[in-house]
């Protein structure tokens, strides 16, 4: 089993993108996964549904391997993440403020409306939690990548409400409002249960448990979070690449090409963004290379499903808010598969 989790790692980039060519020729299996859901006796935050456990899996296995002295060490260095935080949202900052001014230039309609409201929405996001499942398949500390998705979804209701309100002003009112809402469900009962209770179960199975027992299972973790990683682009992709690139022909709700091309461009240069601030940020902290890559992937990959349940929430009436949205969890995805491509390390299965 070691064997093939080893084999899987080195060449997940190659099975990451059949995983979008399955998606969008048969989404039809997706589709219907992705709308299951168990619910009964339960709070609506709670249900059970198919991409909530594949993403509470990815962080009971992170947090099963993680080195309980490292991620003390995390947090002994309450500096080092308080930059890291802000950079969390202060780099996707960046590329909203300069999208702006293009698109005033260029003289896009409505300053580039929708198209740049989905931007906003992105980089006020906190950290994807797949970012710790990255982390862990790529060899990276995964004491940074926990603690960064845990403590950007509580600063969440705080900070994402206020960078939208910076950052969109053409929100009304009550729009904002909305937000604030959305937010504050998110960051309550499904916080609780889909990130901070797989996250203290696997510490807490860890720490009784003790190395000796969990590193045979390090070969099962690996190939789980494998699974699950595929899992979660193959539903995404479902639910997003049939809507985007319709099959067939003569469907007039198809996005125009020149729409298509700049919300590429756009979730690109967010995720872009955020590499290029981990690089920067690290050598300046000077960290090291494991510590580097769980920053790599948690600042360029952001919480899209949240983002877009804002959008279809409570700003239904921007069409192109929502493609952004959507194009940009397989974009930031696919570059992750380069980034652990590239400058994935050995990790111990």
């Known amino acids: 089993m070691a064997e093939l989790a080893e084999r899987i790692r080195r060449h997940f980039l190659w099975l990451l993108l059949p995983t979008y060519l399955v998606a969008y020729l048969r989404p039809g299996p997706g589709v219907y996964a992705a709308g299951l859901s168990w619910d009964e006796g339960l709070p609506a935050a709670a249900a059970i549904r198919l991409p909530m456990l594949l993403v509470a899996v990815l962080l009971l296995n992170a947090a099963l391997e993680v080195n309980l002295e490292e991620l003390r060490g995390v947090l002994r260095r309450p500096r080092d993440m308080l930059i890291s935080l802000t950079a969390v ?3 996707p900052a960046v590329v909203v403020v300069i ?3 293009l698109f005033t230039l260029s003289g896009a309609p409505n300053g580039g409306g929708g198209l740049l409201l989905g931007m906003i929405l992105v980089a006020a996001m906190p950290v994807a939690n797949s970012s710790a499942g990255w982390t862990q398949q790529s060899g990276g500390a995964l004491g940074w990548a926990l603690a960064l998705v845990v403590l950007s979804i509580v600063l969440s209701s705080v900070v994402t409400p206020a960078m939208i309100r910076l950052l969109g002003m053409s929100l009304s009112a009550a729009e904002v409002d909305s937000v604030d809402e959305v937010i504050g469900k998110f960051s309550g009962v499904t916080f609780i249960v889909w990130v901070l209770a797989p996250t203290l179960l696997g510490l807490s199975v860890r720490r009784f448990a003790g190395e000796d027992r969990v590193r045979p299972l390090r070969p099962l973790l690996h190939l789980s ?8 682009n193959y539903l995404n992709g479902s639910l997003v690449l049939p809507e985007v690139f319709p099959h067939g022909e003569g469907n007039g709700d198809q996005p125009g090409v020149a729409l298509i091309v700049a919300a590429v461009c756009g979730a690109a240069a967010i995720c872009l963004a955020g590499l290029l601030a981990a690089q920067l940020l690290t050598h300046w902290l000077r960290c090291d290379d494991r510590d580097r890559l769980a920053l790599k992937f948690a600042l360029s990959m952001k ?3 949240l983002a877009l349940g804002l959008a279809t929430t409570v700003l239904a009436g921007y069409k192109d808010a929502g493609l952004m949205i959507i194009l940009t ?7 992750a598969g380069i980034v652990s491509k590239r400058y994935g390390l050995e990790a111990e299965v």
């Open 303 to 305: 919480h899209t499903g």
């Open 89 to 91: 949202w202060c780099a």
């Open 329 to 335: 969890t397989p974009i930031q995805h696919l570059i």
């Open 99 to 101: 999208a702006s001014l």
């Open 225 to 232: 979070t494998s699974v699950s990683i595929l899992g979660l």
